[in-house]
Structure formats: C-alpha cells, structure tokens
C-alpha cells in the first residue's frame, strides 16, 4: 500500500524556470511533511518541510505549498539551476517514532 | 566532520554469506534509524532505536536482519544468508528525539549480492 504517492517520476526545466513536483497521500494522522533532496552517491538532505496547519512556506528559492483538503502537497523551485539537478523526494511522518514515509521520488534536471 | 557515518560504503558479496555494517550517528543525536533504497525508489524504513532500545521493526525487516545499538551510541546492522533481493543501499539516519526532529542521513552502504 503506497501511502505517498509522488509525481512526476522525471523532469527535465530550462535554467531560470520553475520545478514543481508533486505528492499525494491519503492518511490524514501525518502531522509532518519534509521534502528531501538527494545526489547520486548520497544520503538524502532536508530541504524543506511543512506542516498541516500552515497552506505555503518559502524558504529561499524553494516553496512548499499544502492543500489539506486535498490532501496534496507540492515542492516549487523558483529559477532553478543546474545545481539543483538531483532527485527529490517528499515524505510524510506520524507518530512518536518519526519514521519516514518517502515518496518514490523525482529526478529533476535542470539544463543550462 | 560530525555528521553520520557508514562503513563500509560499498559491499559486495556472494548469496548465503552474512554482512555486518556499521552506523555511528551524530553523537548527542539519541535517535538512530536504518533505511533500505532500492534503486529508483525512496528510501523504506526498516527499524529504529532510542538511546540503546529497538523501538519498531518494519514488516521488511525479516528474521534475517538484526540491528544492535549497544551503548546507545553506534549501531550494526546484520543480513544473515544474504539473497539477491537484498541487494540495496542501507541507509542510517539519526536525529534528536521529540517533536519533529530533523533526520541526517549518512552516504549509505551499497549491498550487491551476486
């Protein structure tokens, strides 16, 4: 049972352009939503996180925006770059242990 | 550096054999969670620790695998009988306890089973 469901599998954006990616889930207990940012070869990073009570959240050229009805919430790059080219992942935590329920991931290139 | 480490990084190994790998986290970090990535996918919980105590096990994580923390500081992770299908990145997290405590990552430990 996929409990985050993420899209697109793959993106491709021109330097200067928006990234937007895409998560969906479907139990309302999740109380924490992180994306994570990873390159080839290593860990994944947090890169920014949400939660249910607040709609938008920015931090730099990155904006979480969160539809709590909808139960979706997405990743926005603003000018991306090429040193943003890794893949993304969003995840959803509940519970006291904070385990993480990762999507299935983006790979976004940005081309120069 | 003060961030998570894991060795080895890679491994490779033939069907049947055992593997150990090792996590040693953040030290003043008191939790310490183990991940498995199969290639193109995200990262699935396998189980996690508070201080020295095994708190949950994933369903993934068969009678095979068994995870230790003694001390409460680094953590193994053993695959006993190892199979192709466990052939992954083992990945070790660790994170302050409470809240919504950031989780940081080590590089992982590449497993390939031939």
């Known amino acids: 049972q996929q409990q985050v469901k993420q899209s697109p599998q793959s993106l491709i954006v021109q330097k200067g352009g928006i990234s937007i990616i895409n998560c969906a889930y479907e139990?309302?207990?999740?109380?924490?939503f992180p994306w994570y940012q990873q390159f080839p070869g290593k860990g994944p990073a947090l890169l920014i996180a949400?939660?249910?009570?607040?709609s938008e959240k920015k931090e730099g050229r990155f904006t979480i925006s969160f539809n709590k009805s909808a139960k979706q919430f997405s990743l926005h790059i603003m000018d991306s770059q090429p040193g943003d080219s890794a893949t993304y992942f969003c995840?959803?935590?509940?519970?006291?242990?904070?385990?993480?329920?990762f999507g299935g991931g983006t790979r976004l290139m940005v081309k120069p | 550096d003060t961030g998570v480490s894991q060795d080895p990084r890679h491994k490779i190994t033939k069907r049947g054999q055992n593997v150990t790998f090792r996590c040693d986290p953040i030290?003043?970090?008191?939790?310490l969670y183990w991940y498995r990535q199969t290639l193109g996918q995200g990262p699935e919980f396998l189980t996690y620790?508070?201080?020295?105590?095994?708190?949950?096990k994933s369903r993934l994580l068969s009678d095979r695998f068994s995870a230790e923390r003694p001390k409460g500081s680094f953590s193994t992770l053993e695959i006993q009988r190892t199979e192709q299908g466990d052939s992954a990145m083992y990945l070790c997290?660790?994170?302050f306890g409470g809240g919504t405590g950031e989780q940081y990552f080590g590089p992982g430990t590449r497993l390939t089973v031939t």
């Open positions: 949400i939660r249910p009570d607040v």
């Open positions: 997290a660790s994170s």
């Open positions: 620790f508070q201080n020295e105590a095994q708190l949950e």
């Open positions: 139990n309302t207990a999740f109380d924490y």
């Open positions: 995840a959803v935590i509940m519970g006291a242990g904070n385990m993480l329920t």
């Open positions: 030290s003043e970090h008191n939790r």
